[in-house]
């Protein structure tokens, strides 16, 4: 059984930082490229990063110059590094696993995770 648990999430003021997890169980993480969505209040979810098993990565424009994904297969956990947070970073952070970085950005998930809340304070 895949699980997809996050952590880190929590209240920042604007400008602060936050550190995303997401430790996966039940897949290999050679198989699996990882990735974050996430949904603000009265939005659609959408995408913000996607990595490769191999460390290709692939970030959504609104957040590419302030936010990093990385991953750590040994410990089969992808992180999202978040900078500079605005108050319309707010919202419910998703992490995601699929097949490809291609599949993450266009929505192909295979397996979800449960979120996180970020909220971030002007």
Do not use: H
């Not at 659609?44 to 692939?58: C, K, L, P, Q």
């Not at 992490?95 to 449960?114: K, M, P």
């Amino acid at each position: 059984q895949v699980q997809l648990v996050e952590s880190g999430g929590g209240l920042v003021q604007a400008g602060g930082s936050l550190r995303l997890s997401c430790a996966a169980s039940g897949l290999t993480s050679s198989s699996y490229a990882m990735g974050w969505f996430r949904q603000g209040p009265g939005k659609e979810r959408e995408f913000v990063a996607g990595i490769s098993w191999n460390g290709i990565t692939d970030l959504a424009d609104s957040v590419k110059v302030r936010f990093t994904i990385s991953r750590d297969n040994a410990k089969n956990t992808v992180y999202l590094q978040m900078n500079n947070l605005k108050p319309e970073d707010t919202a419910v952070y998703y992490c995601a696993a699929a097949r490809s970085v291609l599949a993450i950005s266009t929505g192909g998930i295979d397996y979800w995770g449960q979120g996180t809340q970020v909220t971030v304070s002007s």
